[in-house]
């Protein structure tokens, strides 16, 4: 029955964001194809572990006197269900930046506080990888905009520093306000990202070969996100990178002074 209420609400949800996909289109690409690709990608993305959840949730029933067997069994269900619920929640968090509302509360946002969000959130996942996260930069840059986006944003790069870098690595979170432009960058030590997929990373879905690394959980939506995010904010995301030696993001935003008080004219940079 559980299973059940989950397809009911991921066919929900895919309907709702097929709908604000369709509001995105751009000439070149027809509305058909984008729903044809949804389709695609979102099946693509859940049917494994809605699979693995009902091949285990059978083999439970057939175990139940095996104590052993069980708990083994209740752990990788506990996996999956984690699997689907991010990637539930990924889909929501992209689907409410693409509703025309995402800011419609916009204020004065402090980068040093949002630096702290990620960080805070990242602690546990970086100490089990032992892996130092360095901050620095201007403490007092603002931008306005949503706080809560923002921080997503930034959690998203962080993690994925941590997900594709080695134990005992580095990742420094730089802020640098100049020029009317505040610009946040996240620099690891990791596997890096081969040129041909570097434009390519943004897209929803998009994930390279997840073999390369010890992270293959994941469901290509983080970075997409991001890029919604650094654009709602009038502002852009870039990567830069050098295979085996570590990548760079920069999220680039317009500063809180130059930005217009009131939504939806955000400022956009040049
Ligand atoms: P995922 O859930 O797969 O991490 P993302 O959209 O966050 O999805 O990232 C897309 C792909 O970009 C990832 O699958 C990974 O291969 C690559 N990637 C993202 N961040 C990094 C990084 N810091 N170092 C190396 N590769 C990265």
Known sequence: EANIHLFVRIARLGARYILLL???RTESYR?????????????????????????????????????DTVRRFAQRLTKESERLARITQEIIELSRLQAADALSKPDVVEIDH??????????????????????????????????????????????????????????????????????????DQGIGIPEEDRDRVFERF???????????????????????VAQNHGGDVRVWSQPGNGSTFTIRLPEASRAPVSPPAIATLK
């Open 22 to 24: 369709a509001e995105d």
């Open 206 to 228: 998009y994930r390279i070969d997840p073999a390369r690394s010890r992270h293959t959980g994941g469901s290509g939506l983080g970075l997409s996100i991001v890029k919604h």
């Open 114 to 187: 949002v630096v702290t969000l990620a960080v805070d959130q990242n602690r546990v996942a970086a100490e089990s990888h032992r892996i130092e996260i360095a901050r620095g930069g201007d403490k007092h840059a603002e931008v306005y905009g949503d706080e809560s986006l923002l921080a997503v944003a930034l959690h998203n790069l962080v993690a994925n520093a941590i997900q594709y870098s080695p134990e005992g690595s580095r990742i420094g979170i730089g802020v640098n306000n100049s020029d009317g432009i505040v610009e946040i960058a996240v620099t």
């Open 31 to 67: 509305l058909d194809d984008v729903r044809r690709d949804f389709v695609a990608n979102i099946s693509h993305e859940l049917k494994t572990p809605i699979g693995a959840v009902g091949l285990l949730a059978e083999a439970l029933q057939a175990a139940s006197d095996d104590p």
